[in-house]
């Protein structure tokens, strides 16, 4: 997995592929649930999935966090995230209301295609605060994103 991580996100920047170097196959927090896509060729695809609380306002909401997404380049295009779908029941059996996620704008095309499907609404404009995954002196323990963010109705509209 490490490897694939490193490829597939090495290939946008360098740095994005730094988390994984010496077997890591997370980089904040480990998922609960991974859904690793095979075929002849190794790992063609991954997501992977983690309950954690996130704030929105004043509330704390309980969501089933997804990241880790990738595709191996090859298969870019051919709709595999459409296999987030075989996901769902997962998403269920976890027992949160959303599913959430967060993306680079320059993913957005590619979010696009899978949010018409209406499995996701795609947000913009909405500033994400988040924890570095390690502990840098230089820099501050959070940032403040602009990302797109991904959220899908699990137990609740």
């Keep these: ?41 190794g790992i063609a695809a991954h997501i992977g999935i983690l309950r954690r609380f996130i704030k929105v306002g004043e509330v704390d909401l309980l969501v089933a966090e997804l ?9 870019e295009g051919l709709g595999i995230s459409f296999s987030m779908r075989f996901v769902y029941p997962v998403l269920q059996q976890l027992g949160v209301p959303f599913a959430f996620g967060t993306v680079r704008h320059a ?9 018409r499907g209406g499995l996701a609404t795609m947000l913009s404009g909405i500033p994400v605060r988040s924890t570095h995954p390690e502990v840098y002196p ?20």
């Design 138 to 157: 230089d820099l501050p323990p959070t940032r403040l994103e602009d990302v797109l963010v991904l959220v899908t109705p699990i137990g609740r509209s």
């Design 1 to 41: 997995l490490s490897d694939f991580f490193r490829k597939t996100y090495g290939r946008t920047n360098a740095s994005n592929a730094k988390p994984f170097e010496g077997g890591r196959s997370w980089a904040g927090a480990r998922p609960e649930v991974r859904a690793i896509g095979y075929d002849a060729h």
């Design 107 to 115: 993913l957005r095309n590619h979010v696009e295609r899978f949010c």
């Design 67 to 75: 990241g880790l997404y990738g595709v191996r380049p090859d298969l």
